[in-house]
C-alpha cells in the first residue's frame, strides 16, 4: 500500500479522502484508520510533507505531497518492483 500511496502522490498532492478514492478505483480497498498511521510514518521518515488548505467545505484539509526524498525512494521501489515483476516472469517461462 506504501508503494501504491506513493505512485499516487507522485502525480498530484492529495487529501486522504482522494488517495482513498484513487485506491478503491484501482480495487484497493483501504479505510482512513490505515493510511492515516501510513501518511505519518511516511512523513515522519522524510518523504511526505503537507501543507494546510481552506475548505469551502468545512475545517482546513492537509494535502499531501512527495518531498525530494520521497521521489528518490519512491524510484527505488519502482526499481526493486520492476526487478521482482522480471524474476517472475523469468520462472513462469521455465
Not at 482546513?60 to 522480471?86: M, S
Request: charged fraction near 25%; aromatic fraction near 10%.
Amino acid at each position: 500500500m506504501e508503494y501504491c500511496t506513493l505512485l499516487i502522490l507522485q502525480k498530484r498532492r492529495a487529501y486522504v479522502s482522494d488517495i482513498i478514492q484513487s485506491l478503491k478505483e484501482a480495487k484497493l480497498i483501504v479505510v482512513e484508520g490505515t493510511l492515516y498511521p501510513l501518511l505519518s510514518r511516511l512523513k515522519n521518515s522524510g518523504l511526505l510533507t503537507y501543507v494546510w488548505e481552506e475548505s469551502t467545505q468545512g475545517p482546513p484539509r492537509k494535502y499531501y505531497e512527495l518531498t525530494p526524498e520521497g521521489t528518490v525512494f519512491l524510484n527505488e521501489l519502482d526499481n526493486a518492483w520492476k526487478e521482482l515483476n522480471q524474476v517472475i516472469d523469468h520462472i513462469k517461462e521455465q
